[in-house]
């Protein structure tokens, strides 16, 4: 067995690092002069950056040749040392570059060391369906179980790469966040009489794209092309579009604009209704929360610096 004695969660600036993690993505980055390899690894304890910088006798093309062999979802030695770089942890590889050359073989791991997986998905699945039960429309609430019992990996898909909810099982975690905060502010703001059932199905459906735009592969998930060449937006109104039948085509409508206008002044479409900016406003609360939560998780009482998720200052009191 290939001895797994130093975890994600352990790794401080300082601190030479020598151990297997999952890779689950590599992407290849600019720098003065020539080209990085940006690594984001995991294990059972959490998500961690790496950079791969190989060594002065190491050129360009030999650098993009690494990245293009890594194979993402594999379990790789990452051989090298930790700082912090704005505020955020990462591992730093020179010489250890040639860990890289080769996966460790699966059959050399304990697998449950490497699983990060932090999301009780009964639980959301419980919770998915609680609010979906709420609909009462006929139409709308088969639009929602069809189009989410459709979408391949649903409960088990990140919600992002990166930022937000980006483990397995976060794409049903912050659906379910949204939709939660989304019924709590149309019964909060006075006199809103926002139509709840349309409000929930954007909620429930606004990332359901981001199902198709993540398959797994080894230990992690991986997002595909789709991901940025389409994205997920457009393909779950596609999603959408196949089963609009037997709904009131101006709340379907309503629906579409939901999912397509969910991410506010930073989307193509603009939310142009109660029910749309709702949906927004919570679309972003659960993803910068949750972002904001996870920068500051391992930070002492006084202690603060620039969030690597939430891209603004986080503090512990």
């Given amino acids: 067995m290939f001895e797994k004695t130093t975890f994600v969660e352990e790794i401080n600036g300082g601190v030479q690092v020598d151990a297997p993690f999952v890779v689950e993505t590599a992407e290849l980055r600019e720098k003065r002069g020539g080209k990085y390899i940006q690594l984001a690894i995991s ?12 060594t002065p006798d190491h050129s360009v093309e030999q650098i993009e040749a690494f990245c293009r062999a890594i194979r993402p979802g594999e379990i790789y030695r990452i051989q090298g040392y930790a700082k912090i770089f704005n505020g955020a942890c990462e591992v730093n590889v020179n010489d250890g570059i040639a860990c890289l050359a080769d996966p460790v073989p699966q059959d050399r791991v304990e697998p449950s060391l490497f699983v990060y997986a932090p999301v009780d998905i009964e639980s959301v699945r419980l919770g998915l369906a609680r609010m979906a039960a709420k609909i009462e429309d006929p139409g709308i609430s088969s639009l929602v179980s069809t189009v989410m019992n459709d979408a391949p990996g649903f409960l088990d898909a990140p919600a992002a790469k990166y930022h937000h909810h980006a483990y397995i099982g976060g794409l049903a975690e912050h659906t379910l966040e949204t939709a939660e905060m989304a019924l709590s502010l149309s019964g909060t703001v006075s006199r809103a ?34 991901y940025t060449l389409v994205g997920h937006t457009a393909i779950g109104a596609a999603a959408l579009m196949k089963h609009s039948a037997g709904v009131d085509p101006a709340r379907f409508g309503h629906i579409l604009h939901i999912v397509m206008s969910h991410h506010g002044s930073y989307g193509e479409i603009k939310p142009r209704t109660p029910e749309a900016w709702a949906v927004h406003f919570a679309d972003n609360a659960s993803a910068y929360l949750r972002a904001t939560c996870d920068d500051a998780a391992d930070l002492a009482p006084g202690e603060g610096r620039q969030g690597a998720r939430c891209r603004a200052p986080v503090y512990r009191f």
């Avoid at 294990?43 to 190989?54: A, F, P, S, Y």
């Avoid at 429930?204 to 789709?226: M, Q, T, Y």
């Fill in 193 to 226: 009489e926002m139509d709840t059932d349309v409000l929930l199905a954007g909620a429930l459906l606004h990332d359901v794209g981001k199902a198709s735009c993540f398959c797994r592969r080894g230990f992690a998930f991986v997002p595909l092309p789709d």
């Fill in 43 to 54: 294990d059972k304890t959490g998500r961690g950056t790496c950079k791969v910088w190989g």
